[in-house]
T-cell receptor
């Protein structure tokens, strides 16, 4: 079974430029997550989709970040304009089912996109 | 308040020995799940093991086992027979109730010595 795919793996941009990341979840996984991981810290959730609807975007900086999940499969995360503090690894994850308390809610992560803003 | 606390920023272990990584959690929800992930230098988060709050037995997956002490709110990861490839950052994480997002600890770096 193929895992979560992400691209690009690395991106370097100047501040105030825009950037987009792409994620393809594991086939059949209804729930998709975007996390931001700053160096030396654990990941922090930015946005969660269930199918193509947003479940939680409370920690997404909406003035500069946007995300969509068309047709309930692939997802794109965009930053416009980027700031220096956006330098981080952006991780995409997916899970089969959103119900807590069962192993079915395990989130599987992609390889991440390492963003450097200069 | 921190939901997940990992107090060991870094640990060294000799190859073939066992190592225990500490994790304590804080929740008032009776329904929660605890996870351990491994993150090598390549950056990918690799799922290792899961423990549900209602599970009666400690979870095991190959060389990984989870020492779940519910009353003490701890979920320590034990890696037996360490290998050089186990050198990585290890994160403890929790989901609680209907809040689907994972709350992560700060992580513990494990370095396995030959």
């Amino acid at each position: 079974e193929a895992g979560v795919a992400q691209s690009p793996r690395y991106k370097i941009i100047e501040k105030r430029q825009s950037v987009a990341f792409w994620c393809n979840p594991i086939s059949g996984h209804a729930t998709l997550y975007w996390y931001q991981q700053i160096l030396g810290q654990g990941p922090k959730l930015l946005i969660q989709f269930q199918n193509n609807g947003v479940v939680d975007d409370s920690q997404l900086p909406k003035d500069r970040f946007s995300a969509e999940r068309l047709k309930g499969v692939d997802s794109t995360l965009k930053i416009q304009p980027a700031k220096l503090e956006d330098s981080a690894v952006y991780l995409c994850a997916s899970s089969l089912d959103g119900e807590t308390g069962t192993s079915a809610d395990t989130q599987y992560f992609g390889p991440g996109t390492r963003l450097t803003v200069l | 308040a921190q939901k997940i606390t990992q107090t060991q920023p870094g640990m060294f272990v000799q190859e073939k020995e066992a190592v225990t990584l500490d994790c304590t959690y804080d929740t008032s929800d009776p329904s929660y799940g605890l996870f351990w992930y491994k993150q090598p230098s390549s950056g990918e988060m690799i799922f290792l093991i899961y423990q549900g709050s209602y599970d009666q037995q400690n979870a095991t997956e190959g060389r990984y086992s989870l020492n779940f002490q519910k009353a003490r709110k701890s979920a320590n990861l034990v890696i037996s027979a360490s290998q050089l490839g186990d050198s990585a950052m290890y994160f403890c994480a929790m989901r609680e109730g209907r809040d689907y997002k994972l709350s992560f600890g700060a992580g513990t770096t494990v370095t396995v010595r030959a």
